[in-house]
């Protein structure tokens, strides 16, 4: 019988492999990131890009729906992205609750309508 075959080896080595594969370039990322400015240009610009393309793949999800979103009306979908943004801004750019409240007004409007 081998170490592997008792059903904690396998997973022993998944573990051991997935270590090793991942932390040698984590720690060289840190060791050339470290001394980099987060504040430089390019941060800013990639930070940019990043977030435009965030928020295309939100948009997208909300006008072109996919799988069961794509059962929720047009005007909760859109009612409940634009109450996830003012709770957003309004607790002080918390993304948590933002997503929370928004959810949670999709889901409160369709249990009052029987949709669910």
Known sequence: MSVLDDGFGGYLA???????V???WRWLGYAIGNGLDADSEIFRWVRAVATA???GLVMRIVVFP?????GVEPWLRFTSFA??????YALSRNLAAGIVGGAAVMLA???LIGGI
């Open 14 to 20: 998944i573990l051991l492999a997935g270590f090793l």
């Open 22 to 24: 991942h932390e040698p």
């Open 53 to 55: 393309l965030v928020a």
């Open 66 to 70: 996919p799988g069961a979103l794509a």
């Open 83 to 88: 109450v996830g943004i003012v709770i957003f």
């Open 109 to 111: 409007v369709k249990l």
